[in-house]
């Protein structure tokens, strides 16, 4: 099974900052990575798939990379409803992996 | 629009079984796999499996071979989920989520049911 190493488990920022969140994988997905948000509902939103590719409707302050085998979630400006869960998927192979998640706090 | 409308909250006894629905809307429910996820209090995600609606093909996460089962019904768009013989590790958050095929993501989630198993 692909293993995904994500950090940090969690984040304190303020509004306005800028933060990264990273997931490394175990062996080679090839960019089938996704990224999604999970509110304190429960609620699940797909941010980003394909490492880079931003969903529709997901403002433009959220932005996927890759560099080699570790991918990055940034968010270049937080405002206060991005204060929620986040996880990695990859999907190149079965089973599915997410990564154990970062939570992001208000400082 | 498309909506994954998931069942209710379940309360269960150990040792007993639950069948959870997940009623699709706004696509062709025979277009898309459906999988299931699973999230225990305060944990991460954990991929349970799939099914293919259209053809009734399923895949497991071997851990969860023995614990549940995938079905779907293509004259009502639901995919159903059961989980046998309970015990107070299943207490958790279920989720259903469509997948296009192989080398896509999950894009639409249903809202994630709780079980609860006690006694």
């Known amino acids: 099974d692909i293993q995904m190493t994500q950090s940090p488990s969690s984040l304190s920022a303020s509004l306005g900052e800028r933060v990264s969140l990273t997931c490394r994988a175990s062996q080679e997905i090839s960019g089938y990575l996704s990224w999604l948000q999970q509110k304190p509902d429960g609620t699940i939103k797909r941010l980003i798939y394909a490492a880079s590719t931003l969903d529709s409707g997901v403002p433009k302050r959220f932005s996927g990379s890759r560099s080699g085998s570790d991918y990055s979630l940034t968010i270049s400006s937080l405002e206060s409803e991005d204060f929620a869960d986040y996880y990695c998927l990859q999907y190149a192979s079965y089973p599915l992996t997410f990564g154990a998640g970062t939570k992001l706090e208000l400082k | 629009q498309v909506q994954l409308q998931q069942s209710g909250a379940e309360l269960a006894k150990p040792g007993a079984s639950v069948k959870m629905s997940c009623k699709a809307s706004?696509?062709?429910?025979?277009?898309?796999?459906m999988h299931w996820v699973k999230q225990r209090p305060g944990q991460g995600l954990e991929w349970i499996g799939y099914i293919n609606p259209s053809t009734g093909y399923t895949e497991y996460n071997q851990k969860f071979k023995d614990k549940a089962t995938l079905t779907a019904d293509k004259s009502s768009s639901t995919a159903y989920m059961q989980l046998s013989s309970l015990t107070s590790e299943d207490s958790a958050v279920y989720y259903c989520?469509?997948?296009?095929?192989?080398?896509?993501?999950?894009?639409?989630w249903g809202q994630g049911p709780s079980v609860t198993v006690s006694s």
């Open positions: 706004g696509y062709t429910f025979t277009s898309y796999w």
């Open positions: 989520a469509r997948i296009r095929a192989y080398y896509y993501a999950m894009d639409y």
